[in-house]
C-alpha cells in the first residue's frame, strides 16, 4: 500500500497546482491518479472535445452527463 501512495504523493508534488488552477475538484485527484496508474482511458465516455467552428486553435468540450 505505501507504493500506491508514495505514487500518488508524487502525483499531488507533480501536478497538484494544475489541478486547483484548472479548478479540478479535490474528490476527483485519487480517481485521476488510479485511472493513469492502470492506463484506464475512459474518459471518451463522459465527455469529447470539439473543435469551435473548425477552428484549430479554439475548442470546446462537451459533457455525456452532468458532471460535478
Known amino acids: 500500500m505505501a507504493d500506491n501512495n508514495d505514487g500518488y504523493n508524487q ?4 501536478h497538484q497546482l ?4 484548472n479548478y479540478i475538484p479535490k474528490h476527483l485527484y485519487r480517481c485521476l491518479y488510479e485511472k493513469m496508474k492502470n492506463e484506464i482511458f475512459d474518459s471518451v465516455s463522459y465527455f ?12 470546446y468540450i462537451s459533457s455525456h452527463m452532468n458532471l460535478q
Open 48 to 59: 469529447q472535445i470539439c473543435p469551435v467552428d473548425d477552428d484549430d486553435e479554439e475548442f
Open 11 to 14: 502525483l499531488l508534488q507533480t
Open 18 to 21: 494544475q489541478f486547483v488552477l
